[in-house]
């Protein structure tokens, strides 16, 4: 017990009997791939407050957050919860140090746990009206009926041979 607790004390090194709750956390973890449920299982293992005491430090930036690491241990059916190191719970879930110090500063800020804004649909919709008005002005020239007399095919419409660009930009 003494030599767990002196660990534990020095080293922040979690006191577990064995690995089954750090591969249970793990697989929790990335059960879920996607990033907004991951960033909510986060914050389900962090507290985040702001600095109770400034001190002065000359041309470094103030510390803007105070975050306290926990993970789940297992024990005889009953869970509860046990402070960590940052290292330890990153390097359980298998996160950047970065990734978890951000996600706390924006939860921080606004209560919420924030939006991933990466990727995304930005262009299908920036030319959407142009599509329509393309697609109106073809609907809207004669189309003429296949020479061809085996397989005439009506979901086809076909443009007079005698039809040039140019005449196409007096028809508007």
């Known amino acids: 017990y003494q030599y767990r607790y002196v660990l534990y004390k020095i080293y922040n090194i979690l006191p577990i009997s064995n690995m089954q709750d750090i591969r249970k956390m793990n697989q929790k973890y990335y059960s879920k791939p996607d990033r907004q449920v991951q960033n909510e299982f986060i914050l389900n293992f962090v507290t985040v407050e702001t600095p109770k005491r400034k001190r002065p430090r000359y041309n470094l930036q103030e510390k803007q957050v ?43 800020e606004t209560g919420v746990t924030p939006v991933d804004k990466r990727g995304g649909d930005t262009r299908s919709q920036k030319f959407q009206g142009q599509k329509e008005a393309v697609k109106a002005f073809i609907e809207s020239i004669k189309s003429v009926e296949t020479h061809y007399m085996r397989g005439k095919n009506i979901q086809r419409k076909y443009l007079s041979s005698d039809l040039s660009i140019s005449k196409l930009q007096l028809v508007q």
């Open 66 to 108: 105070t975050i306290k690491y926990f993970l789940n241990k297992q024990r005889n059916g009953v869970i509860s919860r046990i402070p960590v190191c940052k290292k330890t719970f990153t390097d359980t879930l298998g996160v950047s140090k970065d990734r978890v110090q951000i996600l706390c500063k924006k939860f921080l």
